[in-house]
């Protein structure tokens, strides 16, 4: 692949993200030589993406770089002949999340996009359009990767594993965010620090982090009790205890709030939900912003403004990793991939994010160094369990499969909490769930 023209579709391209990854594919074209940008939006995205497709070619030209930027609704005429794809997508757009956000909160549950029952109906949604696409990529570019940001990116990511022959790759910002947070905190440059993760998508453990080459995992816990900024810009900076950090002798990622405080975060989110809304609706709000920016024929950078969102960083976590399948670098960056054994206590068809070594046939996962302890394990293993049930449930239209998900998930926890959430969510977005009808 090195050396030839790359070809990249990314669907969802009339994302308010896409300028971030514009930028990348600009700041590293000398080492990945994309030639063909072709962004991709459904027929209700139309207006984002030819604002956004605009913007993509000023910031092109302005650069000066030879990329070819195509906008379109045809989405196997995008897919053809791509070296990698990438799926960024939201079905039902934001009005959709709003509602995985509110359903659960108005009964008294943590309401959030990738985790709980706001979570599992959003993987309800995207799974089936996610093998659709997979579909078509088996059929039109065999070969390529697909790059799968597209929430819940653990979940999505094991149906395509579990159900495609495409070469799937899940990515999330959130370890790259993490290392640059634990920089910040050791006051070193990110290339310095060397995390090791243990886990799944948005619940995963930093098991052991070495600056400059010297474990300081102890340090680290020590440090990072009541630390603020270990957070990502959509979750609540709560500090975390240190006795409690010593005990789970790991750091927790961002995400774990939602369990680990559970009450605390709920709190948090009711009072922001009486105030400002759901974060749907602080995040359509901050597009509306970005939006009339992006519009500006001035405009020919990517706005700072975009930095309110949860995404930072996701053009650099893509950029590195195609760059690495590229160049066949065998370098180690931390994403989704199919289990096979790396964490016993998984099944090995389970999607799990750890440190992979990057080379051009994809990403190849390697096992932690540090033994999963109980205390991760039995979160692991159920959270893992509600996801597996998740993609059954998405795939063949489950209900019982359904209603087991979401009994089991630590942030419903009762069978009957579990059928009311069910209910509202199937009925709320029966438009988007063909596979229950
Ligand atoms: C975090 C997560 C992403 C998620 C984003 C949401 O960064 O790692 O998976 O998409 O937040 O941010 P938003 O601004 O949409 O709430």
Not at 44 to 51: D, M, N, T, V
Request: charged fraction near 25%.
């Amino acid at each position: 692949m090195a050396g030839h023209p790359l070809k990249i579709a990314v669907i969802g391209g009339g994302s308010s993200y896409t300028p971030e990854l514009v930028e990348g594919f600009i700041l590293r074209h000398e080492e990945l030589p994309v030639e063909e940008l072709v962004l991709v939006d459904v027929e209700e995205g139309k207006h984002k993406l030819e604002i956004v497709g605009a913007l993509a070619q000023r910031m092109i030209e302005k650069a000066g770089k030879p990329i070819k930027v195509k906008l379109t609704l045809d989405r196997r005429s995008a897919i053809r002949g791509a070296d990698f794809v990438l799926t960024q997508l939201r079905v039902g757009l934001l009005d959709a999340r709003a509602k995985d956000e509110a359903i659960p909160l108005r009964h008294g549950y943590i309401g959030q996009e990738t985790t709980g029952a706001g979570g599992f109906a959003k993987a309800l949604r995207t799974i089936p359009v996610i093998l659709d696409i997979c579909r078509d990529i088996e059929e039109l570019a065999p070969d390529a990767f697909l790059i799968n940001f597209t929430n819940p990116a653990g979940i999505v990511t094991e149906a395509a594993l579990k159900y495609s022959n495409v070469r799937t790759i899940g990515l999330c910002n959130l370890p790259i965010g993490t290392k640059k947070q634990i920089a910040r905190l050791f006051e070193v440059e990110p290339d310095e620090v060397d995390l090791e993760w243990t886990g799944i998508n948005h619940l995963n453990w930093v098991t052991r982090i070495a600056v400059r080459g010297r474990d300081v995992t102890d340090e680290l816990l020590r440090r990072a009790a009541g630390a603020r900024g270990l957070t990502m810009k959509n979750i609540p900076d709560l500090g975390w205890d240190a006795d409690f950090l010593r005990s789970v002798g790991a750091l927790p990622c961002s995400y774990h709030r939602y369990y680990y405080m559970k009450d605390e975060m709920l709190k948090k989110q009711l009072e922001d939900f009486r105030q400002n809304g759901t974060r749907a609706e602080v995040v359509k709000r901050v597009e509306a912003e970005l939006f009339e920016l992006y519009k500006d024929p001035n405009l020919a950078v990517k706005p700072p403004q975009l930095e309110q969102r949860g995404g930072a960083y996701y053009s650099e976590a893509a950029v590195n990793l195609i760059a690495s399948i590229v160049r066949n670098r065998k370098d180690i960056q931390t994403v989704n991939v199919r289990n096979g054994g790396a964490i016993r206590c998984l099944p090995d068809d389970a999607a799990i994010e750890v440190n992979c070594v990057i080379d051009a046939a994809g990403a190849h996962p390697v096992p932690p160094s540090t033994p999963v302890s109980p205390q991760i394990r039995g979160l692991l293993q159920v959270v893992k369990a509600y996801e597996e049930l998740t993609v059954e449930a998405a795939v063949h239209g489950d209900r019982d499969a359904a209603l087991q998900a979401l009994t089991i998930h630590p942030l419903v926890g009762s069978a009957e909490a579990a059928r009311i959430l069910l209910d509202e969510l199937l009925e709320a977005h029966a438009a988007y769930l063909p596979q229950f009808k």
